[in-house]
């Protein structure tokens, strides 16, 4: 166990906004907290069957795999799930954390307006409503 008792984090990307991606230096505090290594951060990508077809073909994603290389992280795992609805994508992502005994869950947000979240949702919201972890 590290210093901050943490032992396994999940990071839940969404390849396809680069924009959302944290800088390096959040990465080396993550890795700081994670005992000096990113052996136990797992970048995962819980996908609907909306973006499963060439979803590694999208510019975006190139640029956000390129990335995580560049740190040292070891290579986005895509999940596969069968809706695009945001409440099943977060259980998933939630029932992907547990099984990896993850004490930790690293998520990003756009912050959508108030407006594009009545429309759209919030993934983060959605995590932050049901996560044990």
Not at 3 to 9: D, E, I, R, V
Not at 19 to 43: H, M, R, V
Not at 66 to 83: N, W
């Amino acid at each position: 166990m590290t210093q901050s008792g943490l032992k396994t984090a999940i990071w839940a990307v969404n390849p396809f906004e680069f924009d959302s991606i944290p800088d390096p230096a959040s990465f080396q505090q993550i890795k700081t907290y994670l005992g000096g290594s990113f052996e136990n951060l797992w970048p995962v990508f819980v996908c609907g069957p909306a973006h499963l077809e060439n979803w590694k073909e999208n510019e975006n994603v190139k640029k956000t795999r390129q990335f995580m290389s560049h740190l040292g992280l070891r290579e986005l795992e895509m999940v596969p799930f069968d809706s695009d609805k945001q409440k099943d994508l977060a259980d998933e992502l939630l029932s992907f954390a547990v099984s990896k005994k993850a004490d930790l869950l690293l998520m990003t947000s756009r912050g959508h307006s108030r407006l594009a979240k009545f429309f759209l949702g919030s993934f983060a919201e959605e995590m932050l409503a049901i996560a044990t972890v």
